[in-house]
């Protein structure tokens, strides 16, 4: 992987000017690291693309489709970009660090792995393989292509109910189905694999054993060798109170989680962080970004749900705002071969965040409706995170299915989601609905 000079060398130039930041990503986790990133030091210029409604103030909001990597190349010179974040996963897949690390005419670095990397979360089929490659606890699981629909039907006898299928690719987060009828299963493999549902992601499918515990998100960033555990956290996937109803991007996230204890963090770390790194030297498979580990808790043991190959959305908005340490810094670290000297510090201070939503969210939904109260309270300790919002003639309006994230943070959870329960009160759009319970099931078990 090539740097640019001014950052290997630390030089006295680099701290002075500063470095020119171009963020990739429009959501609340986008926002999330915009509002961190614009606290460091040693930034010079943050560019965002294409940002959203709540980000204007936090730096230079440009036009730009991720996905063209010729045109981020061309704003990037322009621009005098030293480091890119990526913030979604697409890109990732697609080989946007690739890109970069050939190009002749940029010398740039790029905050996430290459493509060989990223298929941690680009294939379910590639992550399950790896994990048992190298011995990383999972659930057992079988794979299919698209001309196997029989062999797949017919391997349904071989798992329990429920029965977990999950698209190979990548689906917008709703790539998984679970279902405790046979003949639902049966309809949802025939959907992806002769339907098109999903349509390239659901060419391939994984049949997955379902495990009973409790979920828990842990992050790390790694250089390949090195590595920081960032905090942990939880998120809230469905739509209804309860846990009941469709998948989504996410509802909301708490940090930390009651009942991650030490025991379960070192066997985590053992079983799974550390192999998981070690995989990747082994498969020389270079690797300089963060990875998300889905967690599943099965009495005291996790197993690995899900590899992510960037942060997760909403739980980053917790994450962030519980690390006191320059987030730029962790970056530079990162592409300087630096970082086992980066001192990371944690806030002991819980987060939580509730995502407010358009009403009929994940299915059809009306944009464009008029956002009021969301104003800056001195008195109140948190950040409201945009996700889907837009601003038009100074005024700010709805522009996705999750519209905000809004993080409270206090002495614990239960304070912090007070917080964010306060603020939600304040805030005004047509059709606005959000989970009332996040964290509920938390608090119980505390």
């Known amino acids: 992987m090539k740097f640019r000079t001014i950052l290997c060398l630390r030089t006295e130039t680099h701290y002075f000017y500063g470095m020119n930041v171009l963020l990739l990503g429009s959501g609340g986790r986008e926002h999330a690291m915009a509002w961190k990133l614009s606290e460091s030091s040693m930034l010079r210029d943050l560019h965002i693309a294409p940002g959203n409604g709540g980000m204007h103030e936090l730096g230079t909001m440009a036009d730009l489709d991720a996905m063209d990597f010729q045109a981020v190349e061309r704003y990037v010179r322009r621009h005098k970009i030293d480091l890119i974040v990526v913030g979604s996963e697409a890109p990732l897949v697609a080989g946007i660090s690739d890109y970069f690390e050939a190009s002749q005419k940029t010398s740039v670095t790029v905050v996430g792995p290459k493509k060989q990397g990223a298929m941690l979360e680009g294939s379910k089929e590639f992550a399950k393989n790896f994990m048992q490659r190298h011995n990383i606890p999972t659930a057992r699981y079988a794979s299919f292509g698209s001309d196997q629909l029989a062999e797949a039907v017919q391997s349904l006898d071989a798992f329990q109910a429920p029965y977990v299928i999950k698209a190979d690719g990548l689906a917008g987060g709703k790539g998984v189905i679970i279902t405790e009828s046979k003949k639902e299963a049966t309809d949802t493999l025939k959907a992806m694999l002769e339907g098109g549902a ?46 009941t109803g469709l998948n989504t991007g996410g509802m909301g996230a708490i940090s930390p989680v009651p009942y991650l204890s030490e025991e379960f963090q070192q066997k985590a770390l053992n079983q799974i ?165 996040i964290g509920a099931d938390i608090l119980d078990l505390a």
Not at 387 to 398: E, F, H, V
């Open 198 to 243: 999903f349509k390239e992601a659901g060419k391939r499918v994984v049949i997955e054993e379902f495990l009973t515990g409790q979920e828990v998100s842990m992050f790390v960033m790694t250089d390949g060798k090195s590595y920081h555990i960032l905090p942990s956290a939880k998120d809230y996937k469905r739509i209804g109170e309860g846990d």
């Open 273 to 437: 962080i550390i192999p998981t790194i070690k995989g990747l030297t082994k498969d020389e498979i270079p690797y300089h970004g963060f990875i998300f580990f889905g967690l599943m808790k099965v009495g005291s043991d996790p197993y690995v749900i899900e590899y992510n190959c960037r942060m997760g959305d909403p739980e980053t908005e917790v994450v962030l705002p519980r690390i006191k340490s320059d987030l730029l810094h962790l970056f530079e670290s990162l592409g300087s071969g630096l970082l086992s000297e980066y001192d990371l510090e944690i806030d002991e201070r819980a987060a939580a965040t509730v995502v407010m939503a358009s009403e009929g969210y994940p299915g059809a939904y009306e944009t464009n409706r008029e956002i009021k109260g969301v104003v800056e309270d001195p008195n109140w300790d948190g950040m409201v995170f945009h996700a889907g919002t837009k601003i038009s003639r100074r005024k700010l309006y709805t522009n996705g299915g999750r519209v905000l994230a809004v993080t409270g943070r206090g002495a614990t959870v239960e304070d912090a989601l007070k917080r964010s329960y306060e603020k939600i009160e304040k805030i005004t759009f047509e059709g606005a609905y959000c989970r009332m319970d």
